[in-house]
Nanobody, 115 residues
Framework: QVRVVESGGGLVQAGGSLRLSCAAS????????MGWYRQAPGKQRELVAT???????NYADSVKGRFTIARDNAKDTVYLQMNSLKPEDTAVYYC?????????WGQGTQVTISS
Protein backbone atom coordinates (compact mmCIF):
# COMPACT_ATOMS: atom_id res chain seq x y z
CA GLN A 1 0.00 0.00 0.00
CA VAL A 2 1.19 3.51 -0.84
CA ARG A 3 0.53 6.58 1.25
CA VAL A 4 0.87 10.19 0.09
CA VAL A 5 0.95 12.93 2.72
CA GLU A 6 1.06 16.68 2.14
CA SER A 7 2.25 19.30 4.60
CA GLY A 8 3.05 22.98 4.72
CA GLY A 9 -0.29 24.65 4.11
CA GLY A 10 -1.50 27.57 6.14
CA LEU A 11 -2.66 31.15 6.20
CA VAL A 12 -0.48 33.93 4.82
CA GLN A 13 -0.97 37.47 3.61
CA ALA A 14 -0.97 38.36 -0.05
CA GLY A 15 2.58 38.70 -1.32
CA GLY A 16 3.85 36.10 1.09
CA SER A 17 5.32 32.65 0.53
CA LEU A 18 4.61 29.07 1.48
CA ARG A 19 6.37 25.80 0.79
CA LEU A 20 4.35 22.64 0.42
CA SER A 21 5.85 19.19 0.76
CA CYS A 22 4.47 15.82 -0.24
CA ALA A 23 6.03 12.52 0.71
CA ALA A 24 5.11 9.10 -0.63
CA SER A 25 5.74 5.99 1.41
CA UNK A 26 4.96 2.29 1.31
CA UNK A 27 5.35 -0.29 -1.44
CA UNK A 28 6.90 1.94 -4.08
CA UNK A 29 8.85 0.48 -6.96
CA UNK A 30 9.12 3.58 -9.09
CA UNK A 31 7.45 6.98 -9.20
CA UNK A 32 7.08 8.59 -12.59
CA UNK A 33 5.48 12.02 -12.52
CA MET A 34 4.58 13.87 -9.34
CA GLY A 35 2.65 17.07 -9.00
CA TRP A 36 0.13 19.37 -7.48
CA TYR A 37 -3.47 20.23 -8.21
CA ARG A 38 -5.71 22.62 -6.32
CA GLN A 39 -9.41 23.07 -5.78
CA ALA A 40 -11.02 26.31 -4.67
CA PRO A 41 -14.53 26.38 -3.20
CA GLY A 42 -17.14 25.95 -5.92
CA LYS A 43 -14.53 25.29 -8.60
CA GLN A 44 -13.13 22.23 -10.32
CA ARG A 45 -9.79 20.78 -9.39
CA GLU A 46 -7.09 22.31 -11.58
CA LEU A 47 -3.51 21.56 -12.42
CA VAL A 48 -0.89 23.65 -10.65
CA ALA A 49 2.42 22.01 -11.55
CA THR A 50 3.92 18.67 -12.48
CA UNK A 51 7.42 17.27 -12.62
CA UNK A 52 8.70 14.13 -14.32
CA UNK A 53 11.21 11.76 -12.83
CA UNK A 54 13.85 13.39 -14.98
CA UNK A 55 12.96 16.86 -13.76
CA UNK A 56 10.93 18.28 -16.62
CA UNK A 57 8.31 20.66 -15.29
CA ASN A 58 4.95 22.01 -16.37
CA TYR A 59 3.03 24.88 -14.79
CA ALA A 60 -0.40 26.39 -15.03
CA ASP A 61 -0.21 29.82 -16.63
CA SER A 62 -1.65 31.38 -13.50
CA VAL A 63 1.35 30.33 -11.39
CA LYS A 64 4.24 30.62 -13.84
CA GLY A 65 7.01 32.77 -12.47
CA ARG A 66 5.65 32.54 -8.92
CA PHE A 67 5.62 28.82 -8.09
CA THR A 68 8.46 26.34 -8.39
CA ILE A 69 8.09 22.57 -8.26
CA ALA A 70 10.98 20.31 -7.33
CA ARG A 71 11.44 16.71 -6.25
CA ASP A 72 13.85 14.50 -4.39
CA ASN A 73 13.74 11.04 -5.95
CA ALA A 74 15.75 9.52 -3.12
CA LYS A 75 13.08 10.64 -0.65
CA ASP A 76 10.05 10.11 -2.91
CA THR A 77 9.13 13.70 -2.10
CA VAL A 78 7.88 16.61 -4.15
CA TYR A 79 7.89 20.26 -3.13
CA LEU A 80 6.00 23.34 -4.24
CA GLN A 81 7.57 26.69 -3.43
CA MET A 82 4.91 29.37 -3.73
CA ASN A 83 5.94 33.02 -3.82
CA SER A 84 4.07 36.26 -4.42
CA LEU A 85 0.87 34.58 -3.29
CA LYS A 86 -2.47 36.08 -4.24
CA PRO A 87 -5.92 35.69 -2.70
CA GLU A 88 -6.95 33.71 -5.79
CA ASP A 89 -4.37 31.07 -4.85
CA THR A 90 -6.60 30.13 -1.92
CA ALA A 91 -7.55 26.48 -2.31
CA VAL A 92 -6.99 22.98 -1.05
CA TYR A 93 -3.78 21.75 -2.65
CA TYR A 94 -3.56 18.07 -3.54
CA CYS A 95 -0.42 16.16 -4.31
CA UNK A 96 -0.36 13.14 -6.58
CA UNK A 97 2.17 10.51 -7.55
CA UNK A 98 2.13 8.40 -10.71
CA UNK A 99 3.18 4.84 -9.97
CA UNK A 100 3.59 3.49 -13.49
CA UNK A 101 0.11 4.62 -14.42
CA UNK A 102 -1.53 4.17 -11.02
CA UNK A 103 -2.34 7.59 -9.55
CA UNK A 104 -2.31 8.03 -5.80
CA TRP A 105 -3.63 11.26 -4.25
CA GLY A 106 -2.89 12.86 -0.94
CA GLN A 107 -5.58 14.10 1.40
CA GLY A 108 -4.98 17.76 0.60
CA THR A 109 -3.65 20.73 2.52
CA GLN A 110 -5.44 24.06 2.87
CA VAL A 111 -3.75 27.21 1.62
CA THR A 112 -5.45 30.49 2.48
CA ILE A 113 -4.21 33.87 1.28
CA SER A 114 -5.60 36.97 2.96
CA SER A 115 -5.80 40.28 1.13
Amino acid sequence: QVRVVESGGGLVQAGGSLRLSCAASGSIFRINAMGWYRQAPGKQRELVATITRGGSTNYADSVKGRFTIARDNAKDTVYLQMNSLKPEDTAVYYCYVDLLGRIIWGQGTQVTISS
